[in-house]
């Protein structure tokens, strides 16, 4: 009998041995933002204690008893040991840190006193002239500058927020805007999270002010937008504020727990909907929240609705198989509208969960969605071979109904999440885990922000261990894209003529533990290119520069007369239809993820199913091109994933090694290792090829916006080769050999914050690495991979330490050395425990 080809991943059954005490670091001297130019200096000191002082007049003109200052770094300053936080703005000072904006912009709680404080601390601190100092490597005298200097030429700006920082729309388009089929709620206001412990008295009284002016205003609800957090995803202070029109005043502010508790008795009784949509009341709501200190923006009210994907009856019946008796099937969640009891789906339906009165539903959109997890394959031949061969079943979740009928069902956001989550919890109950969500809030996100949807999308994901697949977004009508060029020199210039704000991601899209999915074309559409961005397809990045989309697969073509859109389905009465959207996209990669948890019995961590369905997907081809790999990651991220046996498995010219587990604080992973021999040249230079994914679960805090990931892990791969120093004595010389996905630049190399955000995957949740070495590289065969966490400035690493999985594969190009066996010898020999994937899972279950 023949040997089999493909051998299963190998997860480390130990891998806290690998988990050591992390070495400190020496930290070099404070940097000067104005060296050689103290005139320059002085010049920038003097405007930045103006401005500390037009903000503190400012607040006691208004009386202000406290404020926020919003604190922007220069461009040189945007990293972690540039930020004012040792020096300046520090509680002892009379400030804390409560929020960011964008990136590099932080905001500060202080009072009009402490900003006249910091502005004579200024000036007598931070020094124009620069101390002399010896270098005791060179005994030459330098200039060393104080931290005061040093932070001081770091910032760019101080000043209080202005109305237009918090308000971008008029009352006359806020109440167009209300008037909408699709609006829950009302206006989406993000409040700053006020810490007591530095000034209890101004925020007592900053609360109670504002607290009074919203009761002057009469008939008005004010409650959260969500009343759940958890320890790892701290939300943003969001409230929901809409006018009524029956007097009814309900007003739940849950700014500080200790000073308002008294006051607030959770969300209150709401009574029936009686919202006020006169011109005049709006303005004096929106005029009230413009210049109230303690909300840091106001954005328009959450508009909800199913993605915008287009479908086309095709006259003919559409074919599903049945699912086979007593087999087991993977089971996806569909969140939507709810899918049609029609024959061809019944049999694969594993359970409805759901609000909606069946009159009330609009099920096209979630019946394709479920066609396509159920028949794909079956329903679109001439592209099987690239979808998941493994059918699903799925599991009806319908939480919107029909359009016009939302306000019916929620009358605020919270209401909308708390049936969300309530019925998350009866699918995960039947074993669910993994969810395809084609909802989206247009408009809600800010720039590269994270907006209050996806923060709450992340609460439910990580209390209820389950997995969200999002769709990017579309763009819609005239606001579409041409189609994509065959060549890469005419996709750049048409990608040159696009407003690229205007084309991000639609809200829920920027979440951070799951995957955002984006669409690419079918083949053999006359009139479009094969496997390119769509039209509609929306591009990231997520907050930050994260990584997002992550995915991509196909999601038909725009329609146009006369011409299909290659993408196929089910519609409500059980006939055949083409459809277009990244709503289409999203099931074809949640069959893939959901085969993979299925195949690991539901068992696996959910970083680790998270890494497993980035770490194989393949850009296509006509992306690669060197001068589209940058751009075209915003749209599909590390490419279209693999099926899920493939994701698991390995032929014999190479091996997958899987490292999961909790990286705790001041800890990091050190796994030394031996090159596979085969892959060693007669000249003893490392040949071969390697990839690393790495998904880990941060702590996130929304109030931070762009820079809501407080934490982050990376991952280095060294030879550790050696070198002589002065003395002629060999010492440790490691050199890092990973390159970030889609970039050819090493990593060891001094680049800027912003390049290492855009280029690096910094500050990201999923990373991929690689490195092809086909002539070979150094002289030892001895490699060190290594996990290390890097907290934000003012941020702590968690006490219970980060979840993580790594996943790092060596192979051979050529298809020809023996890697698997020699690796798997090699760990094993030196008294390592290592287990087929599929097996892992249940030893570690039980263990």
């Known amino acids: 009998m023949a040997e089999p080809l493909a051998r299963p991943i190998q997860v480390f059954l130990d891998t806290q041995r690998l988990i050591q005490i992390q070495a400190t670091g020496t930290r070099g001297p404070n940097r000067d933002f104005f060296a050689g130019n103290n005139s320059g200096f002085q010049r920038h000191k003097a405007r930045l204690r103006q401005q500390l002082l037009q903000a503190s007049s400012a607040l006691r003109t208004e009386a202000d008893p406290a404020g926020f200052v919003l604190v922007q770094m220069r461009e040189e300053g945007l990293a972690k040991s540039y930020r004012p936080l040792g020096a ?48 005791p490597e060179t005994g030459r005298m330098e200039e060393r500058v104080s931290a005061y200097r040093s932070e001081v030429g770091a910032i760019d700006e101080i000043r209080l927020p202005t109305p237009a920082d918090r308000l971008g729309f008029s009352a006359r388009d806020a109440v167009m805007w209300l008037e909408q089929e699709t609006i829950i709620g009302g206006y989406v206001v993000e409040m700053f999270r006020p810490d007591p412990r530095v000034t209890p008295q101004a925020v007592e009284a900053m609360i109670a002010r504002f607290r009074g002016r919203l009761n002057e205003l009469g008939g008005l609800i004010a409650v959260p937008f969500s009343s759940r957090t958890t320890k790892a995803t701290a939300s943003a202070l969001t409230l929901s504020i809409d006018l009524r029109s029956d007097g009814r005043r309900a007003i739940s502010l849950p700014l500080v727990p200790d000073v308002d508790a008294e006051q607030t008795e959770g969300v209150p009784d709401l009574g029936p909907r009686a919202p006020d949509r006169s011109l005049a009341r709006h303005q004096a709501l929106l005029d009230l929240l413009a210049r109230e200190p303690l909300v840091r923006r106001v954005e328009l009210p959450l508009r909800l609705e199913s993605g915008s994907a287009s479908s086309i009856g095709l006259g003919a019946e559409a074919l599903v198989q049945p699912p086979v008796a007593n087999q087991s099937y993977p089971v996806v969640g569909v969140i939507d509208a709810g899918v049609a009891a029609i024959s061809q789906l019944e049999p694969w339906r594993a359970g409805t969960a759901g609000l909606i009165s069946p009159a009330d539903r609009d099920e096209a959109h979630g019946s394709f969605i479920a066609g396509l997890l159920a028949g794909g394959g079956g329903l679109n031949p001439t592209i099987a071979n690239r979808l998941e061969p493994t059918p699903c079943r799925f599991f009806d979740i319908d939480v919107l109904p029909r359009r016009g009928l939302l306000g019916q069902y929620y009358q605020t956001p919270d209401e909308f999440f708390d049936q969300l989550e309530t019925q998350i919890e009866v699918a995960k109950a039947e074993g669910v885990r993994v969810f395809n969500m084609s909802l989206g809030a247009p408009g809600v996100r800010q720039g590269l922000g994270y907006s209050s949807f996806a923060a709450n999308l992340d609460r439910i994901a990580l209390t209820h261990d389950v997995i969200f697949l999002v769709s990017a977004g579309n763009l819609r009508g005239r606001d579409a894209r041409p189609e994509w060029s065959a060549t890469a020199e005419d996709a750049l210039e048409m990608l040159a003529t696009r407003a690229i704000a205007e084309e991000r991601i639609t809200a829920p899209g920027e979440h951070l533990f799951g995957i955002t999915v984006g669409a690419i074309n079918a083949p053999s559409v006359l009139g479009a290119v094969a496997d390119v961005p769509t039209t509609y397809t929306r591009r990231g990045p997520g907050p930050g520069g994260a990584r997002k989309p992550e995915l991509a697969h196909i999601g038909g073509v725009s329609p146009r007369a006369g011409s299909s859109c290659g993408l196929h389905s089910i519609g409500v009465d059980g006939q055949l239809v083409e459809g277009s959207g990244t709503s289409y996209a999203t099931p074809l990669v949640t069959g893939s993820l959901a085969a993979l948890d299925h195949r690991l019995e539901g068992q696996a961590p959910r970083e680790t199913l998270l890494a497993l369905s980035v770490h194989k997907a393949e850009k296509p081809h006509i992306l690669c091109a060197k001068p589209l790999r940058t751009v075209a990651r915003d749209f599909v991220g590390f490419g279209v994933p693999r099926h899920a046996d493939a994701c698991l498995s390995d032929d014999l010219n190479s091996i997958t090694l899987v490292f999961a587990d909790i990286l705790p604080p001041r800890r990091e992973l050190s796994f030394i290792f031996t090159w596979p021999r085969s892959l060693v040249t007669t000249e003893g230079k490392c040949r071969g090829r390697i990839d690393v994914t790495l998904a880990h679960t941060p702590p996130i805090d929304a109030a931070f916006d762009a820079e809501c990931q407080r934490v982050q892990l990376g991952v280095g791969l060294h030879q550790l080769e050696e070198k002589e120093n002065e003395d002629g004595e060999l010492v440790p010389d490691p050199q890092q050999r990973l390159n970030a996905c889609d970039s050819q630049l090493p990593q060891h ?22 490195k092809n070495i086909p002539k070979g590289c150094g002289t030892t065969s001895e490699w060190k991979l290594s996990l290390k966490g890097l907290t934000r400035a003012g941020a702590l690493y968690p006490e219970e330490g980060v979840r993580f999985a790594v996943l790092m594969t060596i192979a051979d190009p050529r298809g020809t050395a023996p890697v698997y066996e020699e690796v798997r010898a090699e760990i094993l020999r030196r008294g390592l425990r290592l287990a087929d994937i599929t097996v892992a899972q249940r030893l570690r279950t039980r263990g």
């Open 88 to 135: 300046l703005f520090t509680t002892p000072n009379r400030f804390a840190l409560v929020g960011g904006a964008a990136i590099g912009q932080m905001y500060f709680q202080t009072t009009p006193d402490a900003l006249d404080r910091l502005s004579e601390l200024i000036e007598q601190r931070a020094e124009v002239q620069p101390r002399l100092r010896e270098n």
């Open 749 to 770: 190399l001094d680049y800027t914050e912003r390049y290492l955000l855009e280029n690096g995957l910094k500050w990201t949740p999923i990373k991929r690495y690689e």
